[in-house]
């Protein structure tokens, strides 16, 4: 089996990227998938997005199985907001290239990013980087500048907080954590983080 990296963060989160080189023969062999989720990527033209979708779940199911959850992956379904569901847990898709990434919480709601590290974030920084952000993020740095945008990337599937610059703040990097704003109300997220070879992982979740 190609998982790539596997974490056990705490007692209730977990964290798995699948690197996914099988046929979509392969997947839909060893899943069981819910009709509702075997219609949804009929409709992907793309072989590449339904490879993505069944590396999600591969990675999700590896996780159920190694931390001994009796729960169906056929009980998968997506909020109106696109939010991936699975009661009683909380978990968050993210993919890349060839990599599906997993984040499974028994606790609380969580966000996972994951992206291949390079330059393209610099010339567009200022559009997701507030002006506090931009004091402390150095931009010139291609993995400060993808910690910082994973953390936006995954608060944002956590709370479904689309204005990254005006409701969501990263603090540095050393404090490992981030704000959501609404309104007047702030509240802090801790921000697991780890650079595996060429890719930014990122995981977001309530302390």
Not at 146 to 174: C, V
Request: hydrophobic residues 35%; charged residues 20%.
């Amino acid at each position: 089996m190609p998982v790539f990296f596997h974490k056990h963060i705490n007692s209730s989160l977990s964290v798995e990227v699948w690197h996914f080189a099988e046929s979509e023969d392969f997947f839909l062999s060893n899943l069981t998938l819910s009709s509702a989720d075997h219609a949804q990527l009929k409709t992907l033209t793309l072989a590449k997005r339904r490879l993505e979708r069944l590396g999600c779940r591969m990675a999700l199911q590896d996780l159920l199985n190694k931390k001994g959850l009796p729960i169906h992956l056929s009980s998968l379904e997506y909020s109106t907001a696109g939010q991936p569901l699975l009661s009683p847990i909380h978990i968050s898709f993210s993919h890349t290239g060839q990599y599906a990434a997993v984040a499974l919480s028994t606790s609380g709601p969580i966000g996972i990013d994951i992206e291949q590290i390079g330059s393209r974030l610099q010339k567009g920084c200022s559009h997701f980087l507030n002006e506090e952000e931009l004091l402390t993020c150095d931009v010139s740095n291609n993995e400060d500048l993808h910690y910082y945008w994973g953390a936006k990337e995954a608060l944002y599937k956590l709370q479904n907080i689309s204005r990254y610059k005006q409701e969501i703040t990263i603090r540095p990097i050393r404090e490992r954590t981030g704000l959501i704003k609404n309104n007047d109300n702030i509240k802090q997220y801790r921000i697991w983080h780890n650079n595996i070879d060429n890719l930014c992982l990122v995981v977001a979740y309530s302390e």
